[in-house]
């Protein structure tokens, strides 16, 4: 823990008003910062021999939208199983209070064995980033994902399009507004010899899982359940 912190002081002093807030949870440090500094925070966390941070681990979108609320009750949950919707939309321990996105770096130091994430949170309305993929080579895949996944734009990047979804495909999967269902589908028409796109015809539900369980305390001599 006091190598962690020993990092944390490293950085607040070297980012300065960069640096937003730091963290330091189940061993792990994590950095937030401004969307304009995006490159000079990375470029320095890569080259400062202090940090070192020469490998990208990962690259990924988040999306906070439902972030704080939930549909599912299991605290008062009984032999009668629970279900969805019982207190929807409802305030729980926390709520969000910063921007619906962010995208999220994760660093590694090979030299000085050391972990670092850092988080950029970006507005709705202005999901563009700077991109970081002549830094590291590796975030150009990254980058394409979280395009393809959540629509933000990486500002630079080369050959910023959809990387695995097909190339038809309407919205962005994994924000949490998209329908589960999606909004078109697809089929082979064996007539024409093709991929055609239609309307989805399943119609949106909520599933709603029981587990009943048979307790005989509450049998009668007939063996129903009176409770």
Known sequence: MKRLESLELSIKEALGTACIDTTIAFDELSIEIKKADVRTVLTTLRDAPAFACEQLIDLCAVDYLHFGVYDWETEAA?????????????????????????????????????????????????????????????????????????????KGHPDLRRILTDYGFIGHPFRKDFPLSGHVEMRYDAKTQKVIYEPVEIEPRTLVPKVIRTDNRYLDEKGVDHD
């Open 78 to 154: 009984t032999e009668r199983g629970f279900s969805r919707g019982v207190e929807r939309q409802k305030e729980h321990a926390t709520f969000r209070a910063k921007a619906r996105f962010s995208v999220v770096y994760h660093l590694m130091s090979l030299k000085h064995n050391h972990r670092i994430r850092v988080k950029v949170f970006l507005e709705e309305k202005d999901t563009v980033l700077d991109s970081v993929h002549d830094i590291w080579k590796g975030a150009n895949w990254f980058e394409r994902e979280a395009y393809d996944f959540y629509g933000i734009l990486f």
